[in-house]
């Protein structure tokens, strides 16, 4: 079994080939190609870890659709000052599907 962990979005992922991944927004239409770095492989018994082995690994994903993540709502409160603060947030996301490991 071949799997990657790439970096993407800040975060790392295990990856292999036809997996579907939620990132943090990557640029890019849908349908577009991006390309991960990679920062660990292993093929079988076989883990490649070397900066410069990495640097000719590619690892291709086709880029799906922009969505956004759940609604956090934030909420500060300071008790006997009448101060309070109601805030939400929603994340921009990606999802990507690995279409290629090359080594």
Do not use: F
């Amino acid at each position: 079994m071949v799997y990657a962990i790439v970096r993407a979005g800040g975060r790392q992922e295990k990856v292999s080939v036809g997996d579907y991944v939620t990132l943090n927004r990557v640029a890019g239409e849908a349908g577009s190609t991006i390309e991960l770095p990679a920062l660990l492989l292993v093929d079988g018994e076989k883990v490649t870890s070397a900066a410069a082995e990495l640097a000719q690994v590619t690892v291709t994903a086709e880029v799906l659709e922009d969505l956004r993540g759940p609604k956090i709502v934030i909420q500060k409160y300071k008790n006997k000052t009448g101060y309070k603060k109601r805030q939400g947030h929603r994340q921009e996301l990606t999802k990507v599907k690995i279409t290629g490991i090359n080594a």
